[in-house]
């Protein structure tokens, strides 16, 4: 094999990594954007192996079902730290996960867990562990981590109205340099909300 | 040049392409979180040459300076779509560019930009182009695009509440399948929010 042919190989397998790598730069990273319509049925994404609902609502493709199949492929363990959790559809995939054994943590804001539409006291009914802060400051963040490898980051708290009414985004990426940052976020959050820390005189 | 030294050349230039282009993925990404404290001053960082403020305050390093220094580095454009603009440092960023000749384009919610605190006054007496929706729904973004390549997308508004109360987040990046949808979704919003195409009976 001559000199010019080695070289000429070089060259190709060089562009096919820099096209390998380019790809799974691609795949590692999409991004969903809010809101949809109409309203969406999550129930054949939470039930595997069973066939569509009949109820006529969308149950995939729109933002809303990628956002609930993505949170539904956990396999070992789901993080949310998300400030406003409402959303029916998105607490039934998270209720899901639990039943089906994947280890499920959630923070939120200790105001908004107050309002009548939230889905806290389900989880917590569910045996969910959830913390809080409990300052007059808001835990504004709206991220999950799916088996501490896939991050759903952006500006959709999960409720209807963010679904379905605003304008919102949903970054979703598998690159270690952004995800990473967000697991030790939750775990810092995690351990500042311990319960056995609180003060009993709350602010809020 | 025997084929063994050709084949060991490959591997190592192959090594040395992966480690370059997953420096360049790392160099694309980072990510802030906030709060901050304390307060920060911006003045140096807007005043480009001069020395360190002898104000005290912050002026470097924290995520707040960081998030104002990347606003700084815009060239030829700004797109800012934020739900709550009424942080003064981020504003004097946006005036700043504004008056260096930089294109700074605002979408912002129409509720939420009628508030005391709000800067989009002082864009719109600057001379700047601010849009917003007109729905009883929010714009609820919080992104910024500098020179149509580095996005600033998280949960943070550019409120002070925001940077030095609230537990928030924002994403640096520069990669293009992130970058170029939410280049998409501003286009796609300041046609929709163009003021010709209201309709003059407010629902909010």
């Not at 969903?32 to 069973?50: D, H, I, K, N, S």
Request: with cysteine; proline share 4%.
């Amino acid at each position: 094999m001559r000199v010019p042919a080695l070289l000429g190989a070089l060259a190709v397998l060089s562009a096919l990594l820099y096209r390998l790598l380019r790809r799974r730069e691609r795949e590692r990273a999409q991004v969903l954007f809010f809101p949809v319509e109409p309203v969406m049925c999550a129930r054949p994404l939470c039930a595997r192996g069973r066939g569509p609902c009949e109820c006529g609502l969308w149950q995939r493709e729109r933002a809303a079902c990628r956002l609930c199949a993505l949170l539904l492929t956990a396999q070992r363990t789901l993080d949310v730290c998300v400030f406003t959790i409402s959303s029916r559809e998105l607490a039934h995939a998270v209720l899901v996960l639990h039943r089906r054994g994947v280890r499920v943590r959630v923070i939120t804001d200790s105001g908004h867990m107050a309002l009548a539409a939230s889905q806290v006291g389900n989880f917590r009914r569910a045996g969910i562990e959830v913390r809080h802060d409990q300052d007059t400051n808001y835990m504004h963040h709206k991220f999950a981590i799916v088996d501490g490898s896939i991050l759903l980051n952006g500006s959709l708290n999960w409720s209807s109205q963010a679904i379905y009414g605003n304008k919102e985004n949903v970054i979703v990426v598998k690159l270690p340099d952004i995800v990473n940052p967000f697991v030790e976020e939750f775990e810092s959050l995690w351990n500042e909300y311990d319960p056995s820390k609180f003060i009993f005189s709350p602010q809020k």
